[in-house]
């Protein structure tokens, strides 16, 4: 069982920006050194309360391990040495590549089948349906998702809030003003798949309550998680 | 200064493998304790030679135990060749200064 202060230095070597992996490591190379340096302290006749004490004497102070791994810039992680990038910009083009890449299919689809199409007809209730369908799943779900997945990793990274909240900001603002309209009828004109941006005054109360809602919903476990560790670790 | 706890590890190494505490437990030995750092110390500079290619890594379990053996790399068997020379270099410089009897 992990002692509390290597969980301590958990927490801090993650908000000091050292790489998850090399915290992994570390945790676990401590502890087990710790673990032996008691063993040997036992093993001189020393109780286990000295041991310990003599053994945390040994190791090094949290704060002293903490200073050492931050200034190896090698043990940095990326996302905190770029973290514009990591969390602005990574998060924008994942969104418009794949949802260029969802688009495309959909397309592609519509045309493997276009000569069926001809020859059906389908109802319009049905039509209605595929088009919600693929509203909610292009400009709700989609970029939900994305925004939720790069504030897990800023969370797991302890990323400080900024970064994140302007990504899920950007792509909960650019989602909202992505308009998707896929209409299937089926018959001589068999339907039409399209997408654009755009922004008009009328439109522009519903656009800003989408993106509201799109961010705070991606932001709220991030913001609750970040809260949790500060009451967790009592730092700021 | 700051090149002997690098130079002393990668020697160590160049032995066999060994992980953390065997290493701080040699280095200690072999220093007298003159090298008298946090044993917790040691690890950045593990995790940061093995960035940089010079150690690696593979973790075994031991007395119910998981332990991490480093071992040298080429990379690493030339980076001591050539820190060793640097220090013999210093060492020589810094005992010809104080008139040492070896380079009389």
Redesign the interface.
């Known amino acids: 069982m992990v002692d509390q202060r290597f969980n301590e230095l958990r927490e801090a070597l993650l908000r000091a920006g050292v790489a998850p992996r090399?915290v992994r490591?570390?945790v676990?190379?401590?502890d087990?050194?710790f673990?032996?340096?008691i063993d040997e302290e036992c093993g001189r006749g020393s109780s286990d309360h000295d041991a310990r004490i003599e053994a945390y004497k040994?190791?090094?102070?949290n704060q002293?391990?903490v200073q050492?791994?931050a200034?190896?810039p090698?043990?940095r992680a990326w996302s905190r040495r770029r973290p514009g990038i990591c969390f602005v910009l990574l998060p924008l083009i994942t969104y418009l590549l794949i949802s260029g890449a969802i688009l495309m299919s959909v397309v592609g689809l519509a045309h493997e089948f276009e000569p069926y199409l001809h020859r059906v007809h389908i109802a319009p209730h049905v039509t209605y349906r595929i088009d919600l369908a693929a509203r909610i799943v292009l400009l709700w779900l989609f970029p939900w998702f994305v925004a939720a997945a790069f504030a897990v990793l800023a969370y797991r990274r302890r990323v400080a809030l900024r970064w994140p909240l302007i990504g899920i900001i950007v792509i909960s603002v650019l989602a909202s003003l992505t308009n998707v309209d896929v209409t299937l009828t089926g018959g001589p004109t068999p339907g039409q798949v399209g997408a654009g941006i755009g922004i008009s005054a009328q439109s522009l109360p519903e656009h800003m309550t989408r993106a509201a809602i799109l961010a705070l919903s991606a932001l709220a476990p991030l913001w609750l998680g970040m809260r949790r560790l500060r009451r967790n670790y009592n730092v700021n | 200064m700051s090149g002997i706890p690098e130079l002393a590890v990668l020697s160590l190494l160049s032995d066999r493998e060994m992980?953390?505490?065997e290493i701080?437990r040699a280095v200690k030995i072999v220093t007298r304790d003159s090298l008298s750092?946090?044993?917790?110390?040691l690890?950045?500079?593990l995790?940061?030679m093995e960035?940089?290619g010079l150690v690696r890594?593979r973790s075994a379990r031991a007395d119910g135990?998981?332990?991490?053996y480093y071992s040298l790399t080429a990379q690493g068997k030339k980076r001591l060749a050539r820190l060793t020379l640097d220090w013999r270099r210093t060492s020589q410089s810094v005992d010809s200064i104080l008139g040492s009897p070896s380079h009389g």
Do not use: C, D, F
Request: aromatic content about 10%.
């Open positions: 090399s490591r570390a676990l190379e401590i087990s050194h673990q032996q340096l040994r190791l090094g102070t002293m391990l050492r791994y200034a190896r090698e043990l | 992980y953390g505490y701080a750092l946090g044993e917790g110390v690890y950045p500079a995790h940061a960035a940089r890594a135990r998981v332990r991490i």
